[in-house]
C-alpha cells in the first residue's frame, strides 16, 4: 500500500551534532517529497523539499537526500541548535495526485 | 497576510454542536487543502479545492463534514453534530497548484469537542 513512514519517532542530540532524521516510503510512483518542521503548539512550517529526478538538495543548514534504489529519504540538520527542537514531518507526493501523504513524526530534541 | 490564515485559533465546543473553521489561503494559491492532525499523529487528508474544479472530499471522515471555498480563496470547513473524537488540529494549507508546487500550512485551529 501507499505508505510514509519514519525509522525513529524520537531523537535526541547535543547541540552543535549533525542530525539525521530518516523516511521510508512505499509508493514506488512517489515523484516529490517534503520535509516539515512542527514546533508545539504551530502549524507544519515548509523545510526543503526534493524531485525523483534529484538525489540531492541543500538548503541553509540543511540537506535532503533521496534513494530511489531503497525508498528512502534523509533529512540532514548541520550544527543542530535548540530551535531546531521539534517534530519532522515527510511527505510524498506521486505525479498528478495531489494529495501529500505524510508520516507520523520524529520527535527531535536538542540538549544544550 | 503574507501566510495562510486560520481562525478561530482554538475552539471549545460542547458534544453536539456545530463549528465552523474559516481559512484564508496565500492570495494567488487556487489550491487549498484541510488536513486533520489529532494527537501525536500524523497528518490526515480531509478535502481539496482547485480553482473552479469540483473538490475532492475523499477524505472527510463522516457526513457530518463539509467543506465549502466562496469565490476562490476563502474556504469553510463545518463539523455538525460534533462528536469527542472530532477534537484535533485543522489544518488548512495553499499552493499555486497542485502539480510540484509547495504547499504552505497555517497555523491550524484547535478544536476541543467536550
Known amino acids: 500500500g501507499e505508505s510514509v513512514g519514519l525509522h525513529l519517532p524520537t531523537l535526541s542530540v547535543q547541540e552543535g551534532d549533525n542530525s539525521i532524521i530518516n523516511c521510508a516510503y512505499s509508493?514506488?510512483?512517489?515523484?516529490?517529497f517534503i520535509w516539515y518542521k512542527q514546533e508545539s503548539g504551530k502549524g507544519p512550517q515548509f523545510i526543503i523539499d526534493?524531485?525523483?529526478?534529484?538525489d540531492k538538495r541543500q538548503g541553509q543548514r540543511v540537506t535532503v537526500l533521496l534513494n530511489k534504489t531503497v525508498k528512502h529519504l534523509s533529512l540532514q540538520i548541520a550544527a543542530t541548535q535548540p530551535g531546531d527542537s521539534a517534530v519532522y514531518f515527510c511527505?510524498?507526493?506521486?505525479?498528478?495526485?495531489?494529495?501529500?501523504?505524510f508520516g507520523k513524526g520524529t520527535l527531535l530534541t536538542v540538549n544544550p | 497576510g503574507a501566510g495562510v490564515s486560520q481562525s478561530p485559533s482554538n475552539k471549545v465546543t460542547e458534544k453536539g454542536k456545530d463549528v465552523e473553521l474559516r481559512c484564508d489561503p496565500i492570495?494567488?494559491?487556487?489550491?487549498l487543502y484541510w488536513y486533520r492532525q489529532s494527537l501525536g499523529q500524523g497528518l490526515e487528508f480531509l478535502i481539496y479545492?482547485?480553482?473552479?474544479?469540483?473538490?475532492?472530499k475523499s477524505g472527510l471522515p463522516s457526513d457530518r463534514f463539509s467543506a465549502e471555498r466562496t469565490g476562490g480563496s476563502v474556504s469553510t470547513l463545518t463539523i455538525q453534530r460534533t462528536q469527542q473524537e472530532d477534537s484535533a488540529v485543522y489544518l488548512c494549507?495553499?499552493?499555486?497548484?497542485?502539480?510540484?508546487?509547495?504547499?504552505?500550512f497555517g497555523e491550524g485551529s484547535w478544536l476541543t469537542v467536550v
Open positions: 494549507a495553499s499552493s499555486l497548484e497542485f502539480s510540484g508546487n509547495t504547499i504552505y
Open positions: 509508493n514506488s510512483a512517489s515523484d516529490y
Open positions: 526534493i524531485r525523483s529526478n534529484m
Open positions: 511527505a510524498d507526493r506521486a505525479g498528478s495526485n495531489y494529495k501529500l501523504t
Open positions: 492570495s494567488g494559491h487556487t489550491a
Open positions: 479545492f482547485q480553482g473552479n474544479s469540483a473538490p475532492d
